[in-house]
């Protein structure tokens, strides 16, 4: 799918800007966006081997932070995203994506705490009929958390109203879903919601068609590899990291342009991106 990019200035001036900065190409542009889900310990509905892929302890965490910070990686945010791929603006040397989808509460206990102390910035992918209202706990975050970490450097975008499958809904149902969580967001937020993650890692042609026209900028998939091509803003890869990478894994994953590593960390009942899934599957992607 190609979807209408500006001009061809855009391209020479974005592959101007990323030649100085060392990793060139003339067509796509090698940022990492690494996907993670929950950052805790195994527990009560995550402990299978399964579940885990979406997973990564505190600990691995907080040193896969610490192997970005020391080897000169800077995490930016999809805005910075767009308008290099969209303006050709200048990323810096090593730039990293930090995805967060589901706005599971550990990300603001344990995930946001980690990252500002070390002056880093997360994307979270919050599907909005999930989020709570007023204080206290739940299994995913409040609004009111959502805020404090949009006021404090984050970076929240859209992952939907109810997280289904877009390919298996009707045309009514996917505008709604791209339309109120983005309105949702927006009123929330104070700001244009300019990025959106596809749930599950479904869409076909129809929903890139419905995410651009909803106005969306940037759509997120699960689909691997470092390279982002700059036809395809709405079609971002990603490289998901599990429990079980070890820091060399996250290493060979963090620089590895074809993804063949994190291919191998599919869940096996995951249907290759664009394609539905069956009725009645569940994951946590
Ligand atoms: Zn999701």
């Known amino acids: 799918m190609i979807v209408v990019f500006a001009a061809i200035s855009a391209v020479v001036q974005a592959w101007a800007a990323l030649h100085a900065g060392g990793m060139a190409s003339s067509a796509s542009?090698?940022?990492?966006?690494?996907?993670?889900?929950?950052?805790?310990?195994?527990?009560?509905?995550?402990?299978?081997?399964?579940?885990?892929r979406y997973a990564v302890s505190p600990a691995e965490f907080e040193k896969q932070l610490d192997y970005l910070k020391q080897n000169g990686y800077t995490t930016i945010d999809t805005h910075a995203l767009d308008r290099a791929m969209r303006d050709?603006?200048?990323?810096?040397?090593?730039?990293?994506?930090?995805?967060?989808?589901?706005?599971?509460?550990?990300?603001?206990?344990?995930?946001?705490?980690?990252?500002?102390?070390?002056?880093m910035v997360g994307v979270f992918f919050v599907h909005t009929g999930v989020l709570r209202d007023g204080e206290g706990a739940g299994s995913s975050m409040s609004w009111s958390e959502v805020c404090e970490m949009e006021d404090a450097g984050m970076d929240i975008e859209c992952h939907t109203l109810s997280h289904p499958s877009l390919?298996?809904?009707?045309?009514?149902?996917?505008?709604?879903?791209?339309?109120?969580?983005?309105?949702?967001?927006?009123?929330?937020?104070?700001?244009?919601?300019?990025?959106?993650?596809?749930?599950?890692?479904?869409?076909?042609?129809?929903?890139?068609?419905?995410?651009?026209?909803?106005?969306?900028?940037?759509?997120f998939t699960t689909e691997v590899g470092l390279a982002?091509?700059?036809?395809?803003?709405?079609?971002?890869?990603?490289?998901?990291?599990?429990?079980?990478?070890?820091?060399?894994?996250?290493?060979?994953?963090?620089?590895?342009?074809?993804?063949?590593?994190?291919?191998?960390?599919?869940?096996?009942?995951?249907?290759?991106?664009?394609?539905?899934?069956?009725?009645?599957?569940?994951?946590?992607?």
Not at 88 to 93: D, K, N, T
Not at 167 to 189: F, H, M, N, V
Not at 200 to 206: A, I, L, N
Not at 247 to 271: C, M, Q, V
């Open 29 to 52: 542009l090698n940022v990492p966006v690494l996907m993670y889900h929950h950052v805790r310990e195994p527990g009560p509905g995550l402990s299978t081997v399964d579940v885990l």
């Open 88 to 119: 050709g603006v200048a990323l810096p040397r090593k730039p990293v994506i930090l995805t967060f989808d589901d706005g599971w509460e550990t990300q603001y206990d344990i995930v946001f705490p980690l990252l500002k102390e070390r002056g």
């Open 167 to 219: 390919p298996q809904i009707s045309p009514e149902q996917l505008d709604k879903e791209l339309g109120d969580s983005r309105r949702t967001l927006e009123a929330q937020l104070g700001r244009p919601v300019t990025a959106i993650a596809y749930p599950f890692g479904d869409f076909t042609d129809r929903e890139i068609e419905a995410v651009d026209k909803a106005g969306y900028r940037l759509a």
């Open 228 to 285: 982002q091509s700059l036809r395809e803003p709405l079609e971002i890869h990603r490289t998901i990291i599990t429990y079980f990478d070890s820091l060399s894994d996250f290493e060979i994953k963090l620089n590895e342009i074809d993804g063949s590593r994190a291919l191998i960390d599919y869940h096996p009942s995951i249907t290759p991106p664009r394609v539905a899934r069956a009725p009645g599957s569940t994951n946590v992607q």
